[in-house]
């Protein structure tokens, strides 16, 4: 048992634990419960003892990926796939996650300079949004914390989405407009995307 200040907090020492495949997290005493494998046998519990604590579980990020405490997800960075955007987002679907969403303006910031730092001309990245409506600017989050809300406007390039090749479906960032969004054709072959996973509530 460990004390944690938060969920995130617990789910760190999870990925800390090479044995740890689920965690228990009690909000009321910030009380922190490991699950996982010791020598092969699953962790015995007292299950009635944690009907109150929440279960989540760090299996993906523990396979491989980040865990992002700020944004409470995993990432997964893949460069020069060659994937176009509905390749890219089958590939993290498969393990139940998405192309990476941004949730807030923080997170928009964070991946811009992750970014703008690490990729190359004339890279692009593939995102998680995609057109949901028939009006020009109709773009909605495909997964996440803001699964189903609209891409904020303050992340579009200045006069995006324009729909310019018509048929701009899917969402997409190059290095060349430091990172911000731009409307694109789906089966354009970008090379890099992010796959994002959530730690699941069961
Ligand atoms: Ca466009």
Redesign the pocket.
């Known amino acids: 048992m460990l004390q944690a200040q938060s969920m995130a907090v617990c789910g760190i020492h999870c990925l800390n634990s090479i044995s740890c495949l689920y965690f228990l997290f009690n909000t009321t005493t910030q009380s922190c419960h490991l699950l996982g494998y010791d020598n092969g046998n699953s962790t015995s519990l007292t299950l009635t003892s944690y009907l109150t604590w929440d279960i989540y579980t760090v299996a993906k990020c523990l396979d491989s990926g980040q865990y992002l405490s700020q944004f409470n997800k995993c990432i997964e960075v893949h460069m020069n796939a060659e994937k176009d955007w509905f390749e890219a987002q089958d590939f993290c679907h498969r393990d139940g996650g998405s192309l990476l969403t941004l949730n807030s303006l923080a997170e928009f910031d964070f991946f811009r300079d992750m970014f703008m730092s690490i990729l190359q001309v004339p890279d692009y990245v593939s995102l998680g949004a995609r057109r949901t409506g028939p009006a020009t600017d109709d773009f909605s989050w495909v997964f996440g914390s803001n699964e189903g809300a609209r891409v904020e406007s303050a992340f579009w390039k200045p006069g995006?989405?324009?729909?310019?090749?018509g048929g701009?479906f899917c969402v997409g960032s190059r290095l060349v407009d430091e990172f911000y969004l731009?409307?694109?054709t789906c089966s354009y072959y970008y090379g890099d995307f992010v796959c994002e996973y959530l730690l699941h509530q069961n």
Do not use: A
Not at 160 to 165: E, L, R
């Open positions: 995006k989405p324009d729909n310019s090749h701009e731009n409307d694109i």
